[in-house]
């Protein structure tokens, strides 16, 4: 692959348009503002993270949580384009390259937008439906391909969906981004019948032609031969936007945990302080006691700044060092599993944390398990009311559903679709809103 045809500005539904300029936005400039005023955006404010929705303490939710990865992927991108241009392809100086860092930070603002209400909790809620639900009746009513899509729903599939497909009353390809910030958004190149090792895809059999488009006009990699499962090399930028949310939502979590008290102050600084050799580990102490930081969430946030600082730098030597790898679709795992060996264990240490004290916390499986069961709720009535839609009461909930979805095609697979766009798209406070209201427990107030 090469990067003078990987970065292009060329827009999805706009190939041919050549609409006038009214001010100087870059192209991919462009794209991060239409993402940040989209409502799809706005919705992730009030879908959970890790822990529920803040209440007296302010933990993450999916908007600050993209807001803070979209920041590192700019720094990200920024600093690997800077570097290569100046150490090993200075012909890439003036050309849109230098912009991968704006694409990079477009990128991560997008990369959640997918996810359904209550975190993997939904993703959950969604596949079980179809594999040990009542919708596995359905299995012999669609095509094997939609089926093992819908049973292994994934959120990084469905943000492609978001970006790109065309939903009633739209106009052609979705959010009409440019092909390199879409192509950077798909973490797993594959289709559902050819996933990755942890079982992950990145485009549902509906959008599979979109992304073949993209992938050719770019060049990126086939790695599958004709008539097998579609896969493909990662567009490289992919990397950078994974490098960018494996930063933040490790490290993030640990703060958040501490601010909820479920880890403690030493608990988290011997965590972040073991990133750093013994003299840096000397050199961060003496300066929270010369600052006089006594409060403990400021020295929380001290030394995380510190390791997130540290981790964007390790991640762009990773990258810089086996650019050629990267292009030639042969790197293998994550930047983050590549990175010199002190802070990959002292990473992987916090990983293992995260498991034990954060994941299976109370409080954040409590949020899962209401989670699974108003989705599953949702999904068994909507799911319902879709196959046989004269009867009554499927009328009057398919009657409330956006007029956006295409709930009332003739096609059982298209309507099928139009529920999990529905239902994924909900915030975790309107999910349960909808669950109250269609199982009895509130009435609307006007």
């Known amino acids: 692959m090469n990067w003078q045809q990987l970065i292009t500005n060329k827009r999805l539904g706009q190939e041919h348009r050549h609409t ?16 940040i005023f989209s409502a799809p955006f706005r919705r992730l404010q009030n879908k959970t993270q890790v ?3 803040p209440g007296s303490v302010f933990v993450h939710n999916r908007l600050t949580h993209s807001l803070e990865v979209a920041s590192v992927g700019m720094s990200l991108g920024n600093d690997v384009a800077q570097r290569i241009i100046s150490s090993k392809r200075p012909e890439l100086s003036g050309t849109l390259f230098e912009q991968i860092g704006q694409i990079v930070s477009t990128a991560c603002l997008a990369h959640d937008l997918g996810n359904p209400p209550f975190g993997h909790s939904g993703e959950k809620a969604i596949q079980t439906f179809f594999t040990e639900g009542a919708g596995r009746q359905l299995q012999p009513m669609v095509k094997p391909q939609f089926w093992t899509d819908i049973t292994h729903f994934e959120g990084n599939a469905n943000a492609f969906r978001l970006l790109t497909h065309q939903f009633c009353g739209r106009r052609p390809g979705g959010f009409v981004m440019t092909y390199s910030t879409i192509a950077s958004i798909v973490k797993y190149p ?6 990755s090792k ?4 990145g485009f549902f059999a509906s959008e599979q032609s979109t992304y073949e488009r993209l992938a050719t006009e770019m060049g990126l990699l086939r790695l599958s031969a004709e008539g097998e499962p579609l896969r493909y090399a990662r567009h490289p930028l992919v990397y950078l936007v994974e490098a960018a949310d494996d930063i933040c939502y490790e490290i993030m979590d640990i703060e958040d945990a501490h601010k909820l008290k479920i880890l403690s102050l030493d608990e988290v600084t011997n965590l972040l302080l ?11 102490r003496q300066r929270i006691r010369d600052e006089q930081l006594t409060d403990e969430n400021e020295q929380v946030v001290y030394l995380r700044a510190c390791v997130i ?10 990258f810089i060092d086996n650019e050629e790898k990267i292009l030639s679709g042969t790197f293998e795992g994550s930047l983050i599993d590549n990175i010199s060996e002190r802070p990959r264990q002292a990473y992987r240490q916090c990983a293992r944390m995260s498991v034990d004290r954060i994941y299976r916390s109370r409080v954040v499986l409590d949020v899962e398990l209401s989670g699974y069961k108003i989705m599953a709720t949702l999904m068994e009535q909507m799911i319902e009311a879709v196959i046989h839609p004269k009867r009554y009461y499927s009328q009057q909930l398919i009657s409330r559903v956006s007029s956006q979805y295409d709930i009332n095609a003739s096609d059982l697979e298209t309507r099928l679709m139009a529920v999990i766009d529905y239902i994924s798209g909900m915030t975790d406070i309107y999910a349960l809103d909808v669950y109250q209201k269609i199982s009895g427990i509130s009435l609307p107030v006007v």
Not at 21 to 30: A, N, Y
Not at 198 to 201: D, E, M, R, Y
Not at 274 to 284: I, M, R, W, Y
């Open 20 to 35: 006038e300029r009214h001010d100087d936005r870059t192209e991919f400039k462009r794209d991060y503002d239409r993402l």
């Open 198 to 201: 942890k079982g992950k895809f």
């Open 190 to 195: 594959y289709s559902s019948l050819a996933p």
């Open 51 to 53: 822990f529920p929705l």
């Open 309 to 318: 600082g540290l981790l964007e730098n390790e991640c762009v030597t990773t």
């Open 274 to 284: 073991a990133f750093f050799d013994e003299p840096t580990q000397s050199s961060l």
